[in-house]
């Protein structure tokens, strides 16, 4: 089966990953309008070391929510008010009101749902010490010196990895973001940016040969259906292994659609059947690609969006997925 694809110009990708590969230097680019906001951060974190940073949680509960009392929660006061989160003036041992005020804010920061109950994942978070933090601000301020300076004009996407997020812009300003999964530990996305060439709907999916044989091989011992169970097919042999694609379908794992930037990392946005996926906050499960854009439009909305909006060429071309 074949599929359509549309040109898509102006369109530009970035990726950020905190323990990710940095870019090649931009020579002539402006400075990135994240530059100065990450500076700004930094100077202040840098102060709150030189203030003596933060003491570790030491929490004895599973959860802290309002209402609780003792030292924990006491601790947990005075970090808030050492990272700035809470007023110096906030004082006692109760969970309070502007406490759980606190507590929500931080979490919106970190990603976790803003619910105002301090779990364990949450105290790990609030234990990185300031020069941890700083550290990882240092890091990130190198890959931004790096980054071109956003579009003004059309239709410009930012991956932000550590986040699981697609931000999208439309000439220069915010239009609407998607969840994504992103690659995980063992297969981490490459950062990079890029300019979108097209979209193909309907997409086929050339199988990578280490997936071939630590997955699929496996998978097929005993199980002669398998492969057409999963609507794969093999089409030759190359390096001694079967050389699989998996056809256009419901169980495609592309997707419905997948939107292409050819580089060297083998990398593009798709669609996932896998939405269950989207429900977690740490959504790092992918073999590097980034995909799964349709937490709220959808990925097959996304394409219908920018298509009618006309930042899509209306001369369609046809290509094999």
Known sequence: MKATSHQVPKVVLFLFWLCGTLLPAFAQ???HPQLPLLQTQLSRYQEIERAGGWAAIKSEKKFYMKGDKGPAVTALR???QASGDLPADSTGETFDEALQAAVKRVQERFGFPPNGVVDAALVRELNVSVARRIAQLQANLERVR????????????IANIPEFKLHVYENGKPAFDMNIVVGSESNKTVVFNDQMTHIVFSPSWNVPPSIVRNEILPAMRGRREYLWRNNYVIE????GLPKIRQL???????????????????IYFHDTPAKSLFA??????????PHGLGRRQGAAAFPRRHLRAGFVNRQSSIVNG
Do not use: C
């Open 29 to 31: 680019a402006a400075p």
């Open 78 to 80: 005075k970090r808030l």
């Open 146 to 157: 790096q980054l071109p300076e956003p579009a003004a004009e059309g239709l410009h996407l």
């Open 236 to 239: 030759g042999e190359e390096g």
């Open 248 to 266: 256009p379908g419901a169980k495609n794992a592309l997707g419905r659609v997948k939107f292409v930037f050819p580089n060297d990392h083998n």
């Open 280 to 289: 977690l906050r740490q959504r790092a499960f992918s073999h590097h690609l």
